[in-house]
């Protein structure tokens, strides 16, 4: 643990200024009880922003000043902070002030219905035939989910899970667009009643688009990349990592406050609610910059609280094996497409050479050997081409071994129609890697989300094409009912402009 943790904190350090904003920096000061420096990143950043409002509130909260955090949260709700953002937390501060006679005139002002349901809904986990729904609620109750004459079984929101519940809906029909309702303690949530679509019927061929990309920063004249994304209309979103910058593992608060800021944006709730949303997450939303965590589950202790605070944010399919061994690899299908998710953080050890662990890389080669799909997309969210990153051990090229272990046993099992996505560069690449014992690999990078940080576009052997001018994020387009199958590479820019686009058929991956 000691020699892990001065080499990322460094490097963050270099960052901090170049990609982060003063309102998370005043957070993590906050959390480590280094007020004088919060209030001087605080000074230094937009008075009258309400997100710097916040901040400083929740300054004078960690101080004990309840009179003046008062008087700023006031301030921040006339300056346009939502009072949700109030009412979600980070409870760990703000819990004296939910129970203060000043917050209890503004919840009566805003209408205590109002507050029922905080953030989501989310929707993840669909197949063919179901879907999981994610929300954080006011307080505790009992969620469920109706979808006509269907209702969910019941999950309850707590203080231990932030709130937060996920609950499932089965017995749907294949590629079928459903409006559904979120119901709280048996009453329907007065709003706009959102659609998505189940998935084509697996192992069936068909035409369908998955966006993904990673490096969301938040900033937030950039929000409306949300938008953007939404009105590409994929059947499916892929948060492949760095998705929020906290950079503070061994505070909740600081994790607490990175998730709920993006949640609450209207952009990002429009999207999620009718996009099914699947997430990894890489070092930023894990540890620290490139940071190397080792290959024990509770070591640094830091692990497993920050594996527990992820998934009470997301509503993936599955969190690699669960508490016994916690990580966030899982599978899902679309139609007849595979997609496979790995964990390039919580194992990672650079003295034992490998990035997965052995627990997940037995698992992918077992879930690549079993593969029936037409197209198997193996994502991670450190690039695999080699050189990406000159000199860094973080991408592939810091567990070469091993990369070269997977890619060996995809020729040795002779797997055909695997391609690769990543993320973690800020820009939107597509590049191959040459196999002399096999296809050629293709992989599709994009991570500038909504980065204000970009990375050149580093020129190597296999590079197709790259963009780094404006955020970006990646859109695959599967047509696997062609003659011969195919998949459509679009780099398309936050204001919905096609950059850039190759198409790979089927055939060039056997």
């Known amino acids: 643990m000691n020699h892990w943790i001065p080499t990322c904190l460094l490097i963050t350090t270099a960052l901090a200024s170049a990609q982060h904003d003063p309102q998370r920096n005043a957070t993590q000061a906050i959390a480590s009880g280094d007020f004088a420096k919060a209030e001087k990143i605080l000074s230094a950043a937009g008075a009258e922003d309400p997100e710097t409002l916040f901040v400083r509130m929740m300054l004078e909260l960690a101080r004990g000043q309840l009179g003046e955090a008062q008087a700023t949260a006031r301030e921040a709700l006339d ?8 009412a979600a937390g980070p409870r760990e501060l703000l819990g004296t002030l939910q129970e203060s006679d000043a917050y209890g005139q503004w919840v009566a002002e805003y209408g205590e219905d109002k507050l029922k349901l905080l953030h989501g809904p989310m929707v993840g986990a669909v197949t063919d035939s179901s879907a999981s729904f994610w929300v954080r609620t006011g307080d505790r109750c009992q969620v469920q989910i109706g979808i006509g004459d269907k209702l969910s079984v019941a999950a309850t929101s707590t203080p231990e899970s932030d709130f937060t519940a996920v609950v499932r809906v089965d ?33 069936e061929p068909g035409k369908f688009s998955v966006a993904f990309g990673g490096g969301a920063g938040f900033v937030p004249e950039w929000e409306y990349m949300w938008d953007t994304i939404r009105k590409s209309e994929p059947t499916a979103l892929l948060m492949m990592g760095d998705n929020v910058y906290i950079d503070q593992p061994q505070f909740s608060l600081c994790q607490h406050y990175c998730y709920q800021r ?23 939303d894990f540890g620290t910059n490139d940071c190397v965590p080792g290959p ?51 194992y990672r050890d650079l003295e034992g050479g490998s990035m997965l662990g052995p627990v997940q890389k037995a698992w992918l080669k077992k879930t690549l050997k079993d593969s029936d799909g037409t197209f ?31 890619f060996s046993f995809i020729e040795s099992e002779k797997i055909q129609g695997i391609f690769l996505i990543s993320a973690d560069r800020h820009r939107t690449d597509l590049r191959t890697t040459e196999r002399p014992g096999g296809y050629t690999l293709f992989e599709f990078e994009s991570s500038k989300l909504t980065n204000r940080h970009t990375h050149k576009v580093v020129k190597t052997p296999g590079l197709i094409w790259g963009y780094n001018k ?27 402009e096609v950059v850039h686009s190759y198409t790979l058929p089927l055939s060039k991956l056997k």
């Open 296 to 346: 024990e589950v509770g070591v640094p202790e830091w692990k497993l609280p920050v594996w527990r605070i992820f998934k009470q944010n997301w509503v993936n399919p599955a969190y690699g094996g669960g508490e016994a061994q916690p990580g966030c690899w899982y599978d899902f299908h679309i139609g007849d497409a595979h997609f496979i998710m790995l964990d390039g953080r919580y």
């Open 171 to 203: 017995g749907l029909r294949p590629s079928t667009v459903y409006e559904y309702r979120v119901i709280l303690d048996g009453e329907p949530v007065d709003m706009d009643a959102p659609k998505f679509s189940t998935f084509p019927k697996r192992g």
């Open 79 to 86: 300056a346009g902070l939502p009072l949700p953002r109030l």
């Open 262 to 284: 993006r949640q609450e944006r209207t952009e990002w709730r429009r999207l999620v609610a009718g996009t099914p949303t699947y997430s990894i997450y890489d070092d930023h």
């Open 470 to 496: 404006k955020c970006s994020f990646g859109l695959m387009r599967f047509d696997t009912s062609a003659a011969d199958p195919q998949v459509s590479f679009d780099c398309i820019t936050i204001d919905g």
């Open 376 to 406: 198997k997309v193996l994502a991670s969210p450190v690039p695999w081409a080699a050189n990406i990153k000159p000199g860094s051990r973080d991408p592939w090229d810091g567990f070469a071994a091993e990369r070269e272990e997977i």
